[in-house]
């Protein structure tokens, strides 16, 4: 039920879908905090950008969280995440360094 309105919410877009999305980040589950980062990529809404910046940020969130939030953030496409993706780039959980790499690179190739 968690994962059908999760994909609900991305179809339907917007803040509100956003700010639901970004609620349920404080769950327990690392599979279903996953697919809230790779929703709020996919849906390339850049006011998704602050809570997706919030979970890369958070080492207390599971690598693989982290991961999917940086990757989510290349997908937006904004490049006023390059600097903040460049930092992670270097970070020591190397899941995240390196999708964070990936999402430098893909940004500066668009540019």
Excluded at 58 to 75: D, F, K, T, W
């Amino acid at each position: 039920a968690r994962f059908r309105a999760l994909f609900t919410l991305r179809n339907l877009g917007g803040p509100a879908a956003i700010e639901w999305i970004s609620r349920a980040f404080e769950d327990d589950s690392a599979l279903l905090k996953h697919e809230l980062a790779y929703c709020l990529g996919q849906m390339q809404d850049e006011r998704a950008i602050p809570v997706l910046i919030d979970v890369l940020q958070n080492i207390c969130q599971e690598p693989m969280v982290r991961h999917e939030a940086g990757e989510a953030l290349g997908a937006i496409g904004n490049p006023k995440v390059l600097d903040i993706l460049k930092q992670y780039s270097e970070d020591p959980v190397v899941e995240v360094a390196e999708t964070c790499q990936l999402a430098v690179k893909r940004l500066e190739w668009f540019q």
